[in-house]
């Protein structure tokens, strides 16, 4: 699987940006697939996280203000971020892993196995 994340961009607080992540390969439906972001100086830190179920984990400080979704069909993974804060400002990553259980979380960026190339956010206050 080859990931390709794009949609990054230069936005002021309190607007919102649709992150695209594209994977090609085999079929995607069966991955589960996370969003990380890493700021500068930063260690890269899990986002989100969905299980091919649906089941989704939410890092504390983007709950209510972002989501996740895919089409499988499509092999795309959406990340949605509203009321965006200069704190949210990093590159951020998609990532997927192969997995058939249903319910798990996967926090750790060990725990995936296929990474997209990066696009900044930039949140300007």
């Known amino acids: 699987v080859q990931l390709q994340a794009s949609g990054g961009g230069l936005v002021q607080a309190g607007g919102s940006l649709r992150l695209t992540c594209a994977a090609s390969?085999?079929?995607?439906?069966?991955?589960?697939v996370g969003w990380f972001r890493q700021a500068p100086g930063k260690e890269r830190e899990f986002v989100v996280g969905?299980?091919?179920?649906?089941?989704?984990e939410y890092e504390d400080s983007v709950k209510g203000r972002f989501t996740i979704s895919r089409d499988n069909a499509r092999k795309m993974v959406y990340l949605e971020m509203n009321s965006l804060k200069p704190e949210d400002t990093a590159v951020y990553y998609c990532?997927?892993?192969?997995?058939?259980?249903?319910?798990?979380?996967?926090?750790?960026?060990?725990?995936?196995?296929?990474w997209g190339q990066g696009t900044l956010v930039t949140v300007s206050s």
């Open positions: 990532a997927a892993v192969w997995s058939n259980l249903y319910g798990e979380v996967r926090r750790r960026a060990a725990e995936y196995d296929y």
């Open positions: 390969g085999r079929t995607f439906s069966n991955y589960y």
């Open positions: 969905r299980d091919a179920s649906g089941y989704t």
